[in-house]
């Protein structure tokens, strides 16, 4: 941001020249520039920030006070629990419905630490005043714009102060505040604060009545929310949304992330203005000591070398440190063999967490995560993970689909819908600038081909797929403010796709099970369907004298004979339904054999805690959740599988044909 | 001797019930026998001048998972072709494939997914039957137009064909003398043209009035009945045949169709085949012979040329004069359209080309 300021101030220079031949002196020129405040300079590029338009606007202000509670909570060690308001404001009395009404209140409570009286007003009414922006540790919230952004946004629409209820537990009170931001001075300015009731004893709420369009779909509030749950699922997730309807997202996932810890920035990070301004901040005397204790890896041996190379005396104050003897020890950095940053400062979500999320969210057949291990870029460490969610689950549309004859030309109809993306960074789900993201070029890049998958050139793989991908850092590159798209470095993106790439190959495997299974399946069926035909063809043939039950028997007869007769039955039934393969499948590092006793670990417990918590609308798939507990001993689903298809063969025959597999 | 036909062919295909229940009497996979109908198995027969179906043949077993739907779309379309003989009517290709379409009972299966899988099971069960076309009471569109100094009688109709006006008559598909009978021909020869733009320019100059022919076309490749009633025509009043087509090798091989019968449906040739019809062009020699000028000639395709050079190799291709012919195009890398006559004048075809033609007895054999 600082550097959009000096930009702010450079073109102003150049403007005001030509003006002085006009006769403005340089004193008068002097008289008129002045200081621009943070505030200011975003009150008119709001944009940097997401409130570009109504709709953002709002997005973006859910966003960011969802963003704050989380990571409040999550740093206290208090497993997040959140609810999401966003409801109509009535303009002069009436209120219109959703999709028409403009002006909205965003509330968010969570029931975490709570924030002492004295920090309140600055939090939430004065820019760039936050905890996160000066140490390395990952978090959601970067720079402490956001809320305070969300607030200025909302005074500057409607003129209303943002609200804030906090409490640090339950032997403090409850504090109420109504505060402003001073856009010339970027400092808050409380309107109203009092003790009061408040019917939580610990946490934050937060208001803000502003400006906004509610419309659902791509890139709005409810899919936030939703993605938001995928991606956390140590959390839960209450959101009503302006229709006045409450979803719940269940917690699934009962750790908290690990603690990330704060590092120090790693020499390779480090850009030559920060190097001159550390060394002028420092507290050490020498330039050795300097080195080796404001920054990550570097030893006092490794600080000896630098030294040595830019040919500065490690005795030397580094205040004294400037000109050329500053660049040179910046490039002698840049030249020394340093170990990479340490990880500890990242804390990812983890496949296990990552699979209940979205086993939770999207329906689908098979499941996968990868977390990669950390890598650096710039000197930051990240870590990748990826996830994807495939398949359209177990529908119940099928079953009434089958019931329609197909037209011709029908048979071949194929599904032409693409995967769809869903990128995240530090948790927070990005939900703008897709095509402008690193995430999204490294799927694109993904030969998913490789794994069966169809995919056009320069396009999305196609099919009924989620892919899930997450980058987790002490500092995301974003391309804007906005933090909508995670920049194109090259070590990320190859990260990325080797995650994608592992994510692909168990997706590969599992597919290729299924194409199996179900030709395993269509012979067996073949016969089946076909000498009902053929017999009804010779009847109709012999003008109907016919026994046809005989003709058919003795039909069956003769293809069991010749397709392995009912040992096939046995190794088909063993393998689970008619698919070969239960409803959903997660298949994880450990291996595809292992998929079934996987999936209890992070599922067994959940399903049942959550489900008296959560009643109807907030579990995407109450049914597969109902059908897990079948899988878990391999033979019992199998068996209830082949019921379900029962009349039609009890009709047909006592016994079954088979495929010819046992003799291929 | 219409009815005795008709009952040995109902029985035949009736044959195909007793086929399966034999079998499953016996405890083996039903099997149905089919010639095989391609390159592979033709014979070209140079003594008769006629392609011959070979005496291979294909089995369709019913318990084998690649034919088994096969097998079941063979018997659907049999028990179609059964219902025809006992209702005594006939019918088209496309309704034979929708009435034995069906979708399979409890799935989303259908027994045909479009005509290309009934179409070509038709002509397996000709084969495989021995049946004609026409007895099996299935026809195709009527693709084809005669006109000249005949007369026919078609269900009782006469038919004057020299007038037709300029449309002509519209030739069925089953001209068998039990459905069409040549009553009077006084005609000196059969000029069939490959294309009805070319007929029209011939039927609309009265060509076949000033030099006493029939005219014939079939829209491109001639359909049986076209081909059928030429035959007879050539059988029954000695009319030779001429063959007019484009110069190109789809325009060789619909003659050689003509002359001899095709692959396809070799076991019809010595029906419909005709060992002395004449190739009166276009021939590659022509452009030269004519002056067609080069910029009305078309750049032989990638297909064209691997068609022209499978045509080399076809044992009825073999005579000096044809290879000499296809090398000749091949050569020249063009490809001339009947059309292309028009760049000298519009009747230009009439007036000039095929009177020089004949008078010249200018053409292939």
New interface residues.
């Given amino acids: 941001m600082t550097k959009h300021i000096v930009k702010a101030e450079a073109q102003e220079q150049p403007k005001r020249r030509p003006a002085a031949r006009v006769g403005l002196t340089a004193a008068e020129m002097g008289a008129s520039q002045r200081e621009i405040s943070v505030s200011e300079f975003f009150t008119k590029n709001r944009h940097l920030l997401g409130f570009d338009n109504p709709r953002k606007a709002l997005l973006t202000a859910v966003k960011e006070a969802v963003d704050n509670a989380l990571d409040a909570c999550e740093e206290a060690g208090i497993l997040p629990e959140v609810l999401i308001k966003v409801e109509v404001v009535p303009v002069n009395g009436v209120k219109p419905p959703p999709a028409q009404a403009t002006r909205f209140r965003v509330t968010v409570v969570d029931y975490g630490p709570g924030i002492v009286r004295e920090q309140i007003p600055r939090i939430f009414a004065k820019l760039l005043y936050g905890s996160k922006f000066h140490r390395l540790r990952m978090s959601r919230g970067q720079q402490g714009i956001g809320i305070s952004a969300a607030g200025m946004y909302g005074q500057l629409t409607t003129g209303k102060p943002v609200e804030i209820i906090s409490r640090t537990g339950e032997k403090s009170p409850a504090h109420y505040f109504e505060v402003q931001i001073n856009t010339k001075t970027n400092e808050p300015r409380i309107l109203e604060k009092k003790q009061i009731e408040w019917e939580n004893h610990r946490g934050t709420q937060v208001s803000i009545e502003m400006e906004g369009r509610y419309q659902k779909g791509r890139a709005s509030v409810d899919e936030y929310v939703e993605l938001t749950a995928i991606a956390n699922p140590h959390v839960k997730l209450v959101y009503v949304n302006p229709d006045g309807e409450t979803k719940v997202y269940p917690r699934t996932f009962n750790e908290l992330p690990v603690h990330p810890r704060e590092i120090k920035p790693h020499p390779y990070g480090i850009e030559f203005g920060i190097l001159l301004k550390m060394l002028h901040d420092t507290k050490s005397h020498w330039l050795s000591g300097f080195l080796a204790s404001d920054f990550s890896r570097v030893s006092p041996r490794v600080a000896e070398e630098i030294c040595t190379k830019a040919n500065i005396s490690p005795k030397k104050r580094p205040r004294d440190i400037m000109g050329p003897e500053a660049e040179a020890l910046y490039k002698a950095i840049q030249s020394t063999k340093i170990m990479a940053p340490p990880t500890s400062c990242i804390s990812p979500i983890g496949e296990k967490a990552i699979l209940t999320g979205l086993y939770k969210q999207i329906k689908g057949d098979f499941y996968t995560a990868v977390t990669r291990p950390p890598a650096v870029y710039r000197g930051n460490p990240f870590i990748i993970e990826a996830g994807i969610a495939y398949g359209r689950g177990p529908q119940q549309g099928v079953e009434e689909?089958?019931k329609?004859?197909?037209a011709?030309?029908e048979?071949?109809d194929k599904e032409t819908e693409l995967a769809r993306v869903i990128r995240y960074a530090n948790r927070v789900p990005l939900l703008y600038q897709q095509s402008a993201c690193s995430t999204f070029q490294a799927a694109l890049d993904t030969s998913w081909r490789n794994y069966g998958i169809s995919q056009s050139k320069g396009a999305m793989p196609a099919g009924p797929m989620v892919i899930f991908i997450h980058m987790a850092s002490v500092w995301v590159p974003f391309t804007s403010e906005s933090k909508e798209a995670v920049a194109d470095y090259d070590e990320i993106r190859k990260e990325i796709k080797l995650a994608l790439q592992e994510c692909g190959r168990r997706l590969g495997i599992f597919l290729k099970r299924k194409e199996h299974a179900k030709s395993e399946f269509h012979?067996r069926?073949?016969?089946e369907?076909?000498i009902?035909?053929?017999v009804e063809?010779?009847?109709?043939?012999?003008d109907g004298k016919?026994a046809a039950e005989k003709?058919k028997s003795?039909?069956f007869?003769?293809?069991m004979?010749?397709?392995g007769g009912e040992k096939t039955d046995e190794i088909l039934g063993k393998k689970g339904g008619p698919e070969g393969l239960p409803d959903s499948i997660i298949v994880t590092a450990e291996g595809v054999e292992g998929d079934i006793p996987a999936l209890q670990e992070p599922l067994a417990g959940e399903p049942e805690a959550a489900a008296p918590e959560s009643p109807a609308p907030a579990a995407a798939a109450p049914a597969v959740e109902l059908e897990l507990p079948l899988a878990l001993p391999p033979a019992k689903p199998a068996q209830a599988k082949k019921a379900a298809p029962a009349p039609?063969k009890a009709k047909a025959s006592k016994k079954k044909p088979a495929?010819?597999r046992a003799k291929r | 001797m219409k009815t005795k036909a008709k009952g040995s062919v109902a029985s035949r295909l009736i044959g195909l019930a007793d086929l399966v229940i034999e079998a499953a009497e016996r405890g083996k996979d039903p099997t149905i026998n089919i010639p095989v109908r391609a390159l592979s198995n033709v014979k070209f027969n140079e003594a008769r001048g006629i392609i011959e179906m070979g005496a291979n043949k294909q089995a369709r077993s019913f318990f084998n998972v690649g034919m088994a739907k096969k097998f079941m779309q063979t018997m659907l379309v049999g028990d179609a072709l059964a219902e025809l003989q006992r209702g005594e009517l006939t019918t088209s290709l496309r309704e034979i494939y929708y009435r034995a379409k069906h979708t399979l009972q409890d799935s989303h299966e259908n027994t045909f997914d479009n005509q290309n899988e009934s179409d070509p099971i038709i002509e397996d069960l000709e084969v495989a039957l021995a049946a004609l076309r026409e007895e099996l009471h299935v026809r195709a569109e009527n693709a084809g137009t005669i006109v000249g100094p005949l007369v026919l009688v078609d269900d009782g109709d006469r038919v004057d064909c020299a007038k037709m006006g300029k449309g002509g008559y519209s030739v069925p598909s089953i001209v068998e003398p039990d459905y069409v009978e040549i009553s009077k021909c006084t005609a000196d020869f059969v000029l069939l043209v490959e294309k009805g733009t070319q007929w029209n320019r011939l039927a609309e100059d009265k060509f076949w009035k000033k030099y006493n022919c029939v005219l014939l076309t079939g829209n491109g490749q001639p359909p049986r009945g076209v081909r059928r009633l030429a035959r007879r025509l050539h059988d029954e009043k000695k009319l030779p045949v001429y063959v007019l087509v484009d110069n190109d090798p789809w325009g060789y091989y619909i003659y050689s169709v003509v002359k001899q019968g095709s692959i396809n449906l070799a076991f019809e040739s010595q029906r419909m085949a005709i060992p002395t019809a004449k190739f009166i062009g276009l021939s590659s020699l022509d452009p030269e012979t004519y002056g067609l000028p080069r910029n009305v000639g078309i750049k032989l395709n990638e297909k064209d040329v691997s068609r022209a050079k499978e045509l080399l190799n076809y044992p009825w291709f073999q005579k000096k004069p044809w290879q000499r012919e296809i090398r000749r195009m091949l050569s020249s890398g063009l490809k001339y359209e009947l059309d292309a006559l028009a760049s000298k004048d519009f009747q230009y075809l009439t007036k000039k080309y095929l009177p020089k033609k004949l008078k010249d007895r200018d053409w292939l054999d």
């Fill in positions: 689909k089958r329609v004859p197909l011709e030309g048979a071949g012979r069926n073949i016969f369907l076909y009902e035909e053929v063809a010779c009847k109709r043939l012999k016919l003709l003795q039909l007869k003769i293809a004979k010749r397709t039609k495929p010819k």
